[in-house]
């Protein structure tokens, strides 16, 4: 049971950092200090997706459920759900790029906003 929570836990951890990694640059327009939080977790998340790599949360995820004796549809609710979220299943290789593509474009986008407001309170003083 112990090793299914924290399969369970690492698998929420992972969940949070997708989104953090998708969706920081709204955070880092209120606070603009994430920024040095969000832009390494960016570059990862999109190095990750372009290269075809491996986060290391997944493997650990992996051994935790393992461990776990879980195999089959013996599996929790945030394993059966927010897994299938993470780890979708036959996600071809253009697919990773597009996700990779679409990543950089939102968060440039999202950035070119922040920089622009900032350079206009600049303009304003």
Do not use: K
């Not at 920024?35 to 935790?64: D, F, K, N, R």
């Not at 393992?66 to 897994?83: H, I, K, N, P, V």
């Not at 996600?91 to 679409?102: D, G, K, T």
């Amino acid at each position: 049971m112990v090793w299914r929570i924290l399969a369970d836990a690492v698998l929420v951890v992972h969940g949070l950092f997708v989104a953090w990694v998708v969706l920081g640059a709204f955070a880092v327009w209120r606070w603009p200090r994430l920024v040095w939080l969000h832009l390494p977790a960016l570059a990862w998340g999109v190095w990750i997706e372009a290269s075809g790599g491996l986060c290391p949360l997944t493997p650990w995820e992996v051994a935790l459920r393992r461990a776990a004796g879980g195999e089959g549809y013996d599996t929790s609710f945030l394993e059966r759900y927010l897994g299938a979220l993470i780890y979708p299943e036959g996600l071809p290789r253009e697919a990773q790029w597009r996700l990779a593509a679409a990543l950089v474009l939102v968060n440039a986008l999202l950035y070119g906003g922040i920089v622009r407001r900032a350079l206009r309170r600049r303009a304003m003083r």
